[in-house]
């Protein structure tokens, strides 16, 4: 790297989409604030939709920064991000999500920590809720005093800028070093449309650290994440946490797999052990007091466990996926769709 890229790295900002052109042209509007005027913007449909690209393509016309549309037809968060890092020129990847907006100083904040430090893999910071409805009571209570809220994708971990391998980095703020995440292989999946598969950027950011590269939190760089009513529920709850049993078991497996027999004695385990919960949580469904709440969590999070794994004893498709350590040749982008901002 050049000494004048060390100085000020070029910044890409990379929101994938799927299918929310109303909630994405919300986070590009958002965009105009940046006290950093030298970016640019990549916009990767996974959904393909020609009112996103037509959004898109208007909203380049009168953007104070370049701004460009590619497809990616192939299904995952992970397939969005791996095309960004295929196709993007720029140093330094802030990766974000269609329901985000930022704090006019969010750029600034990632291009200055990268800048100044020529080590640093990773960047994230704080992810404040911004409730597009009044949260429940409930819901209120239950997060009052948590510094981290992962099932909605928010927290506000640390007062000062802190660095080391175990800084909490969410996906709606995530700025990586691109030659850094291309030599690790890219991003590990999270789900292939309904079907969720593995460890995603948690996966990626633990890869990283393990590898020697800097992680750092930046106060400085603030993102809010737009919370819809539906997720204000029980039930929203319940399928985050499945989702995170069924992420357990890729990170548990991914580097050693176990043969059929050890695989179907896991899942007897796992039946012996929480088919108690199970039977209490159907019980407790839709309940809010924290003690109900927390046990239908862990009663969708270890049922998703066992899934998975039955899934692993037959299926050779999903085995070889769970082995798999290079995602950076997904699938190429859909003809026409390709840019390198």
Not at 33 to 49: E, G, I, P, W
Not at 163 to 190: C, Q, T
């Amino acid at each position: 790297m050049s000494a004048r890229n060390a100085a000020a790295p070029r910044i890409t900002v990379v929101i994938p989409t799927f299918r929310r052109a109303d909630s994405l042209m919300r986070a590009l509007e958002s965009l105009r604030r940046q006290t950093l005027k030298d970016f640019s913007v990549l916009v990767v449909d996974n959904a393909v939709q020609e009112r996103v690209r037509a959004g898109v393509l208007a909203f380049a016309a009168t953007a104070p920064m370049p701004v460009h549309y590619a497809a990616q037809p192939v299904p995952g968060l992970h397939s969005a991000r791996n095309l960004a890092l295929r196709t993007a020129r720029a140093e330094v990847l802030a990766f974000t999500d269609d329901d985000a907006t930022f704090e006019p100083g969010w750029l600034a904040a990632h291009r200055q920590a990268f800048a100044a430090d020529p080590g640093l893999g990773a960047a994230g910071g704080p992810v404040l809720p911004a409730f597009d409805a009044p949260p429940p009571q409930w819901l209120t209570q239950y997060m009052a005093g948590r510094r981290e809220f992962p099932i909605l994708s928010v927290m506000e971990a640390f007062d000062a800028d802190t660095k080391g391998p175990g800084v909490p980095i969410y996906g709606v703020n995530m700025a990586v070093r691109r030659e850094v995440a291309v030599a690790l292989g890219g991003f590990p999946p999270d789900s292939f449309g309904a079907v969720w598969l593995g460890d995603g950027e948690t996966g990626f950011l633990r890869r990283l650290a393990g590898a020697g590269h800097g992680l750092a939190y930046l106060c400085g760089a603030v993102v809010r994440h737009h919370i819809p009513p539906e997720r204000m529920t029980p039930a929203y709850f319940c399928r985050r946490m499945a989702n995170q049993g069924a992420a357990d078991v890729y990170t548990d497996f991914h580097r050693a797999m176990p043969g059929r027999a050890r695989l179907l004695r896991h899942a007897l385990g796992l039946a012996l052990r929480h088919g108690r919960t199970w039977a209490l949580a159907r019980a407790l469904r839709g309940r809010t007091d924290p003690g109900a709440l927390e046990t239908q969590m862990a009663a969708a999070a270890t049922l998703a466990r066992l899934g998975y794994v039955l899934r692993l004893t037959w299926d050779a498709r999903l085995r070889a996926l769970v082995r798999r350590g290079n995602w950076m040749d997904d699938g190429p982008a859909a003809p026409g769709g390709e840019a390198r901002p």
